[in-house]
């Protein structure tokens, strides 16, 4: 994590001053006539419109006041109109305390979860909170060879080029991915995992970079989205999100009778044989087999 984020006071005053530079004068009711020197408001106009006094909204932004009331609070997300979620992150920043650190822990698939990925028809798949892919089924890899385990789904939409052509809408894809991250962060900044892929992406994506910060933060979990599939081609599929435990069950499906549904059936059955082609290749016995041959009586 950046330096700025180390404290708690720190966190709220870096998400206060970029959510104020996407505010214009305009979107207040403000004329934005004349020079600015900054993007979107200036601190004084914000505390204005908020109702408190320049000085102690200097001391929000610059992570010396750490107690500001639930009404200041308020008061600066209808300001820099924060929808529900932004507002309940904005009110999370300022409850946290300080914690000792913890330790890394593994995300854990239960067993009955790797039983029900058999069994569905549809591509699912298990994530972690960093959107690592610990777990898939057939159809899941079948989608993108991107969800199989191991993965991790950001860095992929980031740094893959065959992912990056794979989402119909690359760019509204990476902003929602990466506020997303900030969401399921918190005020967990200290969790190694968190930690290794922010540093990874923020050295490795300029992309990454101008979006993180934003301090953007959203939830992701149901909605619609359209992938290329490069062998059936146009995929619109719903997202479904299912928490488990501490891990998410992710499942993709199309709307019944749809031309998606035809495709991914289409999808399947090509699966389905490439996988029997393999496992009968899999199967015959060569030199270099330990399995001894079978004699005849």
């Known amino acids: 994590m950046r330096d700025e984020e ?20 305009a979107q207040v009711g403000l004329p934005s006539g004349g020079r600015r020197r900054v ?30 009331s639930p009404q200041v609070l308020e008061s600066l997300a209808r300001v820099l109109q924060l929808d529900d979620v932004e507002r309940t992150y904005l009110l999370d920043l300022a409850a946290a305390r300080p914690r000792a650190p913890r330790r890394k822990r593994s995300e854990h698939v239960p067993a009955r979860v790797y039983e029900l990925l058999a069994h569905l028809q549809i591509p699912a798949f298990v994530e972690g909170r960093a959107f690592d892919v610990l777990a898939s089924n057939p159809m899941a890899v079948a989608l993108s060879p991107r969800l199989r385990p191991g993965q991790n789904r950001l860095r992929s939409l980031l740094l ?33 995992r968190f930690v290794e892929l922010v540093g990874e992406l923020a050295l490795s994506s300029q992309r990454f970079r101008a979006l993180w910060a934003r301090h953007d ?11 290329n599939h490069p062998v059936v081609g146009e995929l619109r599929l719903h997202r479904d999100k299912l928490p488990i435990g501490d891990v998410i069950l992710v499942v993709y499906y199309p709307d019944k009778g749809s031309d998606s549904d035809e495709k991914l059936r289409l999808l399947a ?4 044989t490439e996988a029997a ?9 060569d030199a270099s087999s330990d399995r001894p041959a079978s004699s005849k009586s």
């Open 269 to 272: 059955a090509l699966a389905h």
């Open 277 to 285: 082609a393999e496992h009968e290749r899999v199967g015959q016995p």
């Open 160 to 192: 893959d080029p065959e992912e990056q052509a794979f989402h119909q809408d690359w760019t509204r894809a990476t902003a929602d991915f990466i506020a997303a991250l900030r969401t399921s962060i918190g005020d967990d900044i200290d969790n190694p």
């Open 217 to 227: 933060v959203r939830s992701l979990d149901g909605g619609t989205t359209t992938v």
């Open 39 to 68: 993007p979107g408001l200036r601190r004084e106009e914000v505390a204005l419109l908020a109702g408190i006094s320049p000085d102690y909204y200097l001391r929000l932004e610059r992570g010396r006041d750490r107690n500001p």
């Open 6 to 25: 180390a404290g708690d006071s720190h966190r709220l005053g870096s998400y206060l001053r970029a959510r104020r530079e996407l505010v214009s004068p």
